[in-house]
């Protein structure tokens, strides 16, 4: 849509060149409008996902293997509150790529790196929760610190080779250039087979993993809470062993909160992609890519409402008294389950 003056003049991005894109009209009201909702969104994001980041790095109980993919996703969701919304706010606001094909090419890496490490990561947390719930005698010798932190490392790793054959394949270090591209744009391009690859590999197949894996972890949670019930009512005695199955089903129900949420921004990302440049003009999937970048800051939210550590870790946090000596052996848990 072209930017009219009040003289009706159209207003390019790059004037001086004929091939460039036309800018989108916008009123000086929308437009402050747009920066401060954007600002407030990427400060709400980097704050809230630095706050998990701090807590599960200081705490020493908090060191464990299912906080440790939690801390990883909590780094790509800070990163996209901190590097992707405030570039996309701008490309968005502004209507025009100013800052040149090769950052352009180096953007899009970024951000699919960030959100294939997201997927990436509940997969993990999947795959932890299932071992944790359905196999909890072997869940200390199959899932410990090492295997984990090795799991992350080359989630991330995998995440940007894909995410480099990418942009490198689909020509975004030379968008300019393109005869279906106007000077000036940076638009998500990829070619019809890459689309149906990306779907197959970014998507289906890790919703089908988490899915499966998490009907098994609510079944067998399930049957755990009917023993507890059953044990109540006859007067029984609890083992811990059946109060940590407890708590392992709760933590499970908490991170599979997460993942549902997760997925239900990713599906319409999907659609999108799939239905090629055109679509992506439309105001809707502009709101529906807005959705998955908002999901960044929600995961904080969910921790707060669920895990009463974080709470006090937050409270250790805001009032500074992490710099008092031997703050990070605090018992952060002080009788809370997880």
Avoid at 173 to 196: I, K, N, Q
Wanted: net charge positive.
């Amino acid at each position: 849509m072209a930017y009219e003056t009040e003289h009706h003049e159209i207003q390019y991005c790059f004037p001086a060149i004929n091939s460039s894109c036309i800018k989108e009209k916008r009123s000086r009201h929308e437009y402050n409008i747009m920066y401060v909702f954007f600002s407030l969104l990427s400060a709400w994001t980097v704050f809230l996902n630095l706050l998990v980041i701090i807590s599960i790095s200081h705490f020493k109980k908090l060191h464990t293997p299912t906080n440790l993919i939690i801390l990883s996703l909590a780094v790509a969701d800070m990163l996209i509150g901190l590097i992707v919304i405030p570039i996309e706010a701008i490309k968005q606001n502004e209507t025009c790529w100013f800052f040149g094909e090769t950052f352009c090419g180096v953007f899009i890496n970024t951000l699919g790196l960030l959100l294939s490490a997201s997927l990436c990561n509940l997969v993990l947390i999947a795959v932890d929760r299932y071992v944790a719930v359905c196999c909890p005698l072997q869940y200390l010798q199959k899932i410990t610190t090492t295997k984990t932190l090795m799991s992350i490392v080359l989630c991330w790793f995998c995440s940007s080779a894909y995410n480099t054959a990418i942009v490198i394949n689909n020509g975004y270090f030379d968008t300019f250039h393109r005869t279906d591209v106007c000077y000036g744009e940076c638009p998500y391009l990829m070619s019809f087979a890459w689309r149906a690859s990306d779907l197959i590999l970014s998507f289906v197949s890790p919703c089908i993993v988490i899915i499966t894996l998490y009907l098994r972890i609510f079944y067998v949670a399930q049957r755990q809470v009917k023993v507890i019930n059953l044990l109540l009512k006859t007067g029984k005695s609890i083992m811990e062993d059946t109060l940590k199955k407890k708590s392992e089903s709760k933590a499970a129900l908490t991170l599979g909160i997460i993942v549902t949420v997760h997925l239900l921004c990713w599906i319409p990302f999907y659609i999108l992609s799939l239905s090629g440049s055109k679509v992506n003009a439309a105001i809707m999937s502009k709101f529906l890519t807005w959705t998955l970048y908002v999901n960044s800051g929600l995961n904080p939210i969910v921790y707060a409402l669920f895990y009463p550590w974080f709470k006090k870790a937050i409270k250790y946090i805001l009032t500074l008294r992490l710099c008092k000596p031997a703050s990070s052996r605090v018992d952060i848990f002080n009788d809370y389950h997880k």
